[in-house]
């Protein structure tokens, strides 16, 4: 079994990747930022959130010492944090400046591999920062690296469906072209090294619902051979995420219909969670699993013991007021939502006033700086700028969390004010994608096509659906 530790709520939009360290947690995000935790208490360090990238965020990974940070997004670099201090140690561009889904480092820490949505896999000298060889697979988008646990091989997965083995010279090994279905999502390999350093254990997961389960052999002849020993299929709908514990004996995968599953052999008991699991991973240092969700949240579970002998399966119950109240809209909140918020918010001291004014969701949204002051009677200028700054963030966050998916900006994914539409036939924020027409070969942000012009035609439909949108919230 598995107990829920604590919900994080700090991002603002979906959360693509978790990755542990031995010390830390980091997530990142659509709206571009990683947050680094505590993995003791999962406080927020001084130095997060980390703000670099300039469009969403896809993935990130630290280096085995945990001095390092590894990220990369949409807007086609690869930055590395220093996490002593937060600060950027290196940018590094993907060549082609195509968006970047995936990247990787070898387990000694030498390399580092990063995968594009046109096809393109770079290798990077990790400690120089330097671009070593590029290789690439046509007419697909790369979204799933892993290098195996001896740092002399890397697997890479698209969307095409194949599996695909390379070696540091960017040579392809093998490829398994039909690995699953609709394309591969993720792709994770054992720590372990087996048969006398000569075969490794793999495992993929994909939009077929499908987790499995691969050994990857080193021939004595000098070839390689990709065996499936398990099919998964305890989960109903794409599976987005998989990882194992640093013992190799659990994996864990999260999947679009709502499940983590916590395999152990080739058993799969699954229980629900709230909303779509997008990444999950192991600590390498203590039986947590953090999971993060589209749902912006991103939620630590620890695992009891004898999950190492039979297989875990556990839902996302919300064990805290704040956890439950957030599935509601601030309009709906009660008296005490609001007094709750408040402690939450480190404004406990007008909990009273509040309750004794009566002031439910509604009235909170609609404070000013003049209710505040005469019918609150809260005389520090100082405190109520900070609760008029802290009512605001809780309005973008209602807002954000709320808005369709084809009112926002593919590239932002903030809520547009000027789309346009390109020749792709996509909306778009126009200075989003004049940026991206600027910055990159001219193709599309969705299909990585060529775009045939650059004209860009207002979607006036659109504008009118987001204002009529905005008024009724």
Known sequence: MATLVCTIQDHRDDVNWCSFSTKLLATCSGDKTLRIYNSCDFSELPFSPLSGHGYSVHCCCFSPCGQFLVSCSTDATIVVWSMATGDIEAIMEHPGRSPVRICDLSPDSTHLVSGASDGTLALWNFPSKQLRSVGSVVDTTLVACSFTPCSQFFMSGSTYGDLRLWDLNMNQLLAEKDAHDLGVTCCKFAPDILAGGRQFQLASCGQDTRVKIWTIHMLRSGGWKMQLLHTLTGQTAPVLSCSYSSDGQLLVSGSVDKTVTVYDAVTTPVLSLLRYVTACTFSPSSPLIAT??????????????????????????????????????????????????????????????????????????????????????????????????????????????????????????????????????????????????????????????????????????????????????
């Open 292 to 473: 993060g969700s589209m749902d912006k949240t991103v939620n630590i579970w620890r695992l009891e013991d004898g999950c190492s002998s039979s297989s875990a399966s556990f839902s996302n119950l919300r064990t805290s007021t704040s956890a439950g109240r957030s599935k509601l809209l601030v309009n709906d909140w009660s008296e005490e939502d609001v007094s709750e918020w408040l402690v939450e918010e480190g404004l406990g001291g007008l909990v009273d006033k509040f309750r004794a004014n009566d002031i439910d969701g509604t009235e909170l949204l609609n404070l000013t700086k003049e209710t505040l002051a005469s019918e609150l009677l809260i005389e520090s200028i100082g405190l109520r700028s900070k609760l008029l700054r802290k009512v605001e963030e809780l309005k973008s966050c209602s807002v954000s969390s709320d808005v369709p998916d084809e009112f926002l900006c593919p590239i932002t994914r903030e809520l547009m004010k000027e789309p346009v539409i390109a020749a792709d036939g996509y909306s778009y924020e126009r200075s989003a994608i004049e940026s991206w027409i600027n910055t990159k070969n001219r193709s599309s942000p969705m299909t990585n096509l060529p775009l045939l012009t650059t004209l860009l035609t207002p979607n006036h439909t659109l504008k009118m659906a987001i204002g009529r949108w905005k008024t009724s919230h």
